[in-house]
Structures are given as structure tokens and as C-alpha cells.
């Protein structure tokens, strides 16, 4: 039996995947940046995990052969099976999660302590990363 990537990481959970992995990519590059240019790193690789996170949830995420493929409403499979749905809903929701978490961080940019944006940054990309999987949750 052949997996797909679709099956392995449900587009659902795709952008949630991309958002913690920016957390993590923010936290370590404040620790490894320079001063003087680890606040402009540390906005621009947030709103670049937003915006591919975006793209992702745009583009539908990745699809391999299964039923979510053919029919967006059925259930993803893997093992979040019972946990998440593929449907326009559940991407809108994420959209607008997204679209408000690039909001409030070009809001909020001037208003950052130069000396350690991380920690606004990294919290930002989580709490989106557990919107958006809360978005596309099946049951709470």
C-alpha cells in the first residue's frame, strides 16, 4: 500500500505543521541572528511562514490518492482520521485566522522591543497554528 503525502499530513493540518515549524525557525534564529538585524529576520521569517501557511490553506494543500482528493467534504485519512475535515469551511476559517494573524503582526511591528521579537513572533505563529487546527476540527 502506497501513501501519499496527503495522507501522511491531512491539508488541514498542513498549515498548523508550517506555522509550529516557523516558531521554531523564529526562536532559533533570534538566538543565532546579530542584534542589529534580528528584528527585521525574526518579522519577515513570521510573515513568511503566515503567508506560506496561507498559500498552503489557498492551494488546498497537498493531495495524494485517497478520498480526500476526490471529495473535499470526507474525512482526511491518516492518523488525525477522526479529528479533522477537508472542506471549504474549515479552509475559509483558517484563511481568516491567517489573514488576522499578518494583521496584527504588521499592526504591532513598530510597537516590538528591538532586543527580543521572538517571543511575540513565536507566540503569534502558535496560537494561529492552533487556530487554524482548530478550524478544521471535527469535534471539540
Same mark, same amino acid.
Given at each position: 500500500?502506497?501513501?501519499?503525502?496527503?495522507?501522511?499530513?491531512?491539508?488541514?493540518?498542513?498549515?498548523?505543521?508550517?506555522?509550529?515549524?516557523?516558531?521554531?525557525?523564529?526562536?532559533?534564529?533570534?538566538?543565532?541572528?546579530?542584534?542589529?538585524?534580528?528584528?527585521?529576520?525574526?518579522?519577515?521569517?513570521? @510573515? =513568511? /511562514? *503566515? %503567508?506560506?501557511?496561507?498559500?498552503?490553506?489557498? +492551494?488546498?494543500? $497537498?493531495?495524494? &490518492?485517497?478520498?480526500?482528493? #476526490?471529495?473535499?467534504?470526507?474525512?482526511?485519512?491518516?492518523?488525525?482520521?477522526?479529528?479533522?475535515?477537508?472542506?471549504?469551511?474549515?479552509?475559509?476559517?483558517?484563511?481568516?485566522?491567517? @489573514? =488576522? /494573524? *499578518? %494583521?496584527?503582526?504588521?499592526?504591532?511591528?513598530? +510597537?516590538?522591543? $528591538?532586543?527580543? &521579537?521572538?517571543?511575540?513572533? #513565536?507566540?503569534?505563529?502558535?496560537?494561529?497554528?492552533?487556530?487554524?487546527?482548530?478550524?478544521?476540527?471535527?469535534?471539540?
Amino acid at each position: 500500500m502506497e501513501l501519499g503525502l496527503g495522507q501522511i499530513f491531512p491539508s488541514t493540518a498542513m498549515p498548523a505543521l508550517i506555522l509550529a515549524g516557523g516558531a521554531l525557525v523564529v526562536l532559533v534564529v533570534e538566538l543565532a541572528a546579530p542584534a542589529g538585524r534580528r528584528a527585521g529576520l525574526v518579522l519577515g521569517l513570521t @510573515a =513568511a /511562514a *503566515l %503567508v506560506a501557511a496561507g498559500l498552503t490553506v489557498a +492551494a488546498g494543500g $497537498p493531495s495524494g &490518492p485517497g478520498p480526500a482528493a #476526490a471529495d473535499p467534504g470526507v474525512t482526511v485519512p491518516g492518523p488525525s482520521a477522526a479529528r479533522l475535515v477537508d472542506d471549504g469551511v474549515s479552509r475559509i476559517a483558517c484563511g481568516v485566522v491567517l @489573514a =488576522a /494573524a *499578518l %494583521v496584527s503582526l504588521l499592526i504591532s511591528a513598530p +510597537a516590538l522591543d $528591538p532586543g527580543e &521579537p521572538a517571543a511575540f513572533s #513565536a507566540l503569534l505563529l502558535l496560537a494561529s497554528a492552533g487556530m487554524s487546527l482548530l478550524a478544521g476540527a471535527r469535534t471539540l
